[in-house]
């Protein structure tokens, strides 16, 4: 599990929900960083009064209650998401955790322009949660790709279930939507369902011991079937390329917009990202927040 988790929180019901599952993602005796970022004035005279940082960062450990391992900062930054990106480098944490708001009556993802540009340039993972976190993380999900990169966000997603004693499932998706089904980078196509099944098997083969893998290899439209996916699981992983480049997902612009319509939450997990694992029988201190 990870064991450096900043949260964004600015008292919005939103953020209340990042704090949740920020808490649910923090290995047992991992550090919590608490940001109620400060955004410098447009006229360059300084920051904003921070009264109301003080009032959010409160609003914070009240919600928290006892937990251990807390700090709060109220960095100052020309914008959120640059004040974020900075604390999480300065500090060495390995998981941002921003909120979201819902579409009304449709049930999807909204990200405000804070948690979007949060998800760009991130020096770490991101995770975006929804409305209402889940009590327990018991079911991920994570989409594979085909490609080494997508192999790796395999397995942090199983270090991640091992650590949180969840069930995985695991899903390829051949692509059908154009002439030529296709799978993977490297254009596995006429027998992409054959690649796409020899590839699935060589990711999970050696995986940690999680309580139960589900691997599934489906066809059609790979957005529809993550979104398929996110409303069966309480955390679905994506992996991107390189450092927080969210409009460069493994899956491309399919996990873009995954991230913005999916009902649950979800982890963003840049390439080379390590998710720690915590020792074995441990388990999240119960949720305060």
Do not use: W
């Not at 009556?105 to 975006?128: R, Y």
């Amino acid at each position: 599990m990870f064991t450096r988790v900043l949260v964004g929180f600015d008292g919005t019901p939103a953020s209340v929900s990042a704090l949740r599952l920020a808490h649910r993602l923090a290995g047992p005796g991992a550090d919590l960083i608490v940001a109620s970022v400060v955004p410098a004035t447009r006229r360059g005279l300084g920051v904003a009064a921070p009264a109301d940082a003080t009032a959010h960062l409160d609003h914070a450990r009240a919600l928290l209650g006892h937990r251990g391992h807390v700090e709060y900062v109220a960095p100052a930054a020309s914008s959120v998401s640059r004040g974020l990106h900075r604390i999480a480098a300065e500090t060495m944490c390995d998981l941002i955790v921003v909120g979201s708001s819902r579409r009304r009556g449709a049930g999807h993802v909204l990200l405000g322009s804070n948690s979007e540009a949060t998800l760009h340039g991130a020096p770490c993972a991101v995770a975006v949660a929804p409305d209402e976190p889940p009590a327990r993380l018991d079911r991920l999900g994570v989409m594979f790709d085909g490609t080494p990169a997508g192999e790796r966000v395999v397995r942090g997603a199983a270090e991640l279930a091992q650590g949180h004693d969840a069930a995985l499932t695991v899903l390829a998706v051949v692509d059908t939507r154009h002439d030529r089904a296709a799978f993977a980078d490297a254009g596995l196509s006429g027998d992409a369902r054959a690649g796409a099944r020899a590839a699935l098997a060589a990711a999970t083969a050696d995986l940690p011991a999680v309580r139960r893998v589900h691997r599934q290899l489906h066809q059609g439209d790979p957005v529809h079937e993550a979104l398929s996916l996110g409303r069966d699981v309480d955390l679905l992983v994506l992996g991107s390329r390189g450092q927080g480049a969210v409009l460069r997902l493994l899956l491309g612009s399919v996990s873009t917009k995954v991230v913005r319509r999916a009902r649950c939450a979800v982890l963003v997990m840049p390439e080379g990202a390590r998710v720690p694992v915590a020792a074995p029988g441990l388990r999240p201190e119960p949720a305060a927040a």
